[in-house]
């Protein structure tokens, strides 16, 4: 269904460990499929919090791929919503990404819509440009300040205690979803910083180096800690 409805070279199209990895939980995956007359018309992907960790909320979810066919049945990508609010008792209920032509659909759904700001730092030691196109010579000032940046993996996660950092942000993560999210993901690889400033521990930083036509772009994946303290990890 994802291959010839949403898109042909989806991931989850090529790399069934993947989507098995993504969604599995227990004998199920965390997808809601619509049927008629056994035909697949309708599907609604969603990953609960406690995926990564079991002691965190199973009732808080992200929702992923939605896709429901047109001229099929009436408001089947609604019913699917109302069956995931109803069956899973839901008190949290996160998406991103969704197309601009469906705002309206989500505010409906009582979504609280907002837009995401997008900002970029460009390497004062690069000459041209072989990803952005902007013909102009971006430039941006460097501060220096008080912080350290300390590559972390799973030992050092399992060994010290962060619960204080995980406080700030709804819903909630924890050591282990670390772990699990990023640091143990199948397919993609995840750089964790821990961001200390005046020796104390202020945030996380999930990176990931994403490579086009030979030139390396790091992309921000996750923050965990102080919104304030999101500032200092340029």
């Not at 759904?109 to 900002?119: K, Q, S």
Request: net charge positive.
């Amino acid at each position: 269904f994802i291959q010839y409805y949403w898109k042909k070279n989806h991931v989850f199209a090529r790399n069934r460990k993947f989507l098995i990895w993504q969604h599995k939980d227990k004998s199920f995956l965390t997808y809601v499929i619509a049927k008629l007359q056994d035909k697949v018309v309708g599907v609604q992907g969603y990953i609960p919090q406690s995926h990564y960790d079991s002691k965190l909320p199973k009732d808080e979810i992200f929702l992923t791929i939605f896709r429901a066919l047109e001229k099929v049945e009436p408001a089947i990508g609604f019913r699917i919503f109302k069956y995931i609010q109803k069956n899973l008792s839901t008190k949290f209920i996160g998406t991103s990404g969704f197309g601009e032509h469906t705002i309206n659909y989500h505010k409906w759904l009582g979504f609280n819509v907002g837009f995401m700001d997008h900002y970029l730092i460009t390497s004062p030691y690069l000459k041209k440009y072989e990803i952005i196109k902007y013909k102009k010579k971006l430039t941006t000032s460097i501060k220096l300040n008080n912080c350290e940046f300390l590559e972390i993996d799973e030992k050092f996660i399992k060994k010290n205690k962060l619960r204080n950092l995980f406080e700030h942000q709804h819903p909630k993560k924890s050591n282990l979803f670390i772990i699990n999210r990023y640091l143990r993901h199948p397919v993609y690889k995840y750089n964790v910083f821990l961001i200390k400033r005046n020796s104390k521990s202020s945030s996380i930083v999930i990176i990931r180096k994403v490579n086009v036509r030979g030139t390396n772009t790091l992309r921000i994946i996750d923050f965990i800690g102080k919104q304030k303290e999101f500032s200092y990890i340029g």
